[in-house]
């Protein structure tokens, strides 16, 4: 599994917006849209900080950029503070001149009746563009990715989903509270993000580094969903140091 470990997470986080912007510069130059899979979360908070930098002050134009976002709470009005609608507006989509209509973010107000068939539809737009070209991930300290919690198939689509109890606690400060944070959401499955081009996990911070040995090192199974990616041959795991700090 290729592991890249930067000094620090500034410095890690730059190269991978720079790897971003340098797939939307070659779409652009084919005439291409470039279709990009966004987590939320605190990870990847720098790397949409420095591409929002780069729009402001390189000239980096997002107007050939498709999205689609990993994950929605559920239920989830797109207008509340701890959405990943808001989430993804206050740190992204607001600063830069992508066409909004090319957003996609899971939509946490659907009546329980109709998620099945609009998650069959999300897979379906990612397919029809061609699929997702880069989808960037960061990982819960169960190994999730995406929401894709423990108990997970390796070949799971996009689908509604049970937070597990720890990511529900990692949660609660967003929330004021664990009993606020919703017990369900609508995720990517792993086959999802399995099936995009490249895929970048990222993790920061001591606090990471005992999910990353099992994701890296440990053996493969659902009870890590991460480890997963081990199967992969387009993977590659960005670190800091700190994150990296148990690997052997
Ligand atoms: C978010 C997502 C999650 C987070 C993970 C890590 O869209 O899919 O898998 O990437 O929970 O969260 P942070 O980055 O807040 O530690």
């Known amino acids: 599994l290729p592991v890249s470990v930067y000094s620090n997470q500034h410095e890690a ?19 291409e849209k470039a279709v990009l899979g966004l987590a939320t979360g605190v990870t990847p908070i720098g790397v949409y900080a420095e591409l929002v930098r780069q729009h402001k002050e390189a000239g980096l134009s997002f107007k050939n ?28 989509f607001s600063y830069i001149d992508i066409d909004k209509a090319n957003v996609h973010i899971p939509d946490g107000t659907l009546d329980k009746d109709a998620v099945a ?27 999730h990715i995406g929401f894709n919690e423990p108990g997970s198939a390796p070949n799971s689509g996009t689908r509604m989903v049970t937070l597990d109890d720890l990511t529900r606690s990692d949660a609660s ?10 017990t369900k959401a609508i995720t990517m499955g792993i086959g999802t993000i399995f099936k995009a081009r490249e895929i970048i996990l990222m993790a920061w911070s001591r606090k990471k580094a005992p999910i990353i040995k099992k994701a890296v090192e440990g053996e493969i199974s659902g009870e890590v969903p991460a480890t ?7 993977v590659e795991f960005v670190l800091d140091e700190a994150a990296a700090s148990e690997l052997t």
């Open 13 to 31: 986080s730059v190269a991978v917006a720079n790897r971003i912007a340098d797939l939307i510069r070659s779409k652009q130059a084919k005439g």
């Open 65 to 92: 950029v498709i999205t689609f976002n990993l994950d929605e709470y559920y239920p989830m009005k797109p207008t509340a503070q701890q959405s990943y609608v808001t989430f993804m507006y206050e740190n992204l």
């Open 117 to 143: 068939g609009y998650c069959l539809a999300y897979e379906k737009q990612i397919e029809e563009l061609g699929g997702l070209d880069l989808q960037i991930l960061g990982i819960g300290r169960t190994g």
């Open 173 to 182: 400060r967003d929330f004021g509270g664990k009993a606020n944070v919703p």
């Open 228 to 234: 997963y990616l081990q199967l992969s041959d387009h």
